[in-house]
């Protein structure tokens, strides 16, 4: 494999081209580069441990509240019928509550 959890084959087919092809769209796109520009409360990271397609130190090495639910794979963070979804759904509030009460203060 990629080493990288199938996450370059997905990407390498919505960007159009393989990192090595297109290093720049690649660079632009990346979270943690878009990260710096952001501070840590503006965001919680929630990822599923048995996530395939993203690996959870892509979610770990944020400067970021973050989840790691167990059992959860990529898809199930997403998808409303999940049995997932409410600690997703719970994360956004909470994370959604902080930035009001700050912007309120």
């Given at each position: 494999g990629d080493g990288h959890g199938g996450v370059v084959g997905?990407?390498?087919?919505?960007?159009?081209?393989?990192?090595?092809?297109?290093?720049?769209?690649?660079?632009?796109?990346?979270?943690?580069?878009?990260?710096?520009d952001a501070q840590p409360?503006?965001?919680?990271?929630?990822?599923?441990?048995?996530?395939?397609?993203?690996?959870?130190?892509?979610?770990?090495?944020?400067d970021a509240p973050s989840h790691v639910l167990p059992g959860a794979h990529h898809a199930d963070l997403i998808?409303?019928?999940?049995p997932h979804w409410h600690h997703v759904h719970t994360a956004f509030l909470e994370a959604y509550s902080a930035l009001w009460?700050?912007?309120?203060?």
């Open positions: 997905a990407v390498t087919d919505w960007v159009g081209a393989g990192p090595d092809e297109a290093p720049e769209a690649y660079d632009h796109l990346d979270p943690r580069r878009r990260w710096a409360v503006d965001a919680v990271l929630v990822h599923g441990a048995d996530d395939a397609t993203v690996p959870v130190a892509h979610s770990e090495d944020f998808d409303p019928d999940s009460q700050r912007t309120m203060q």
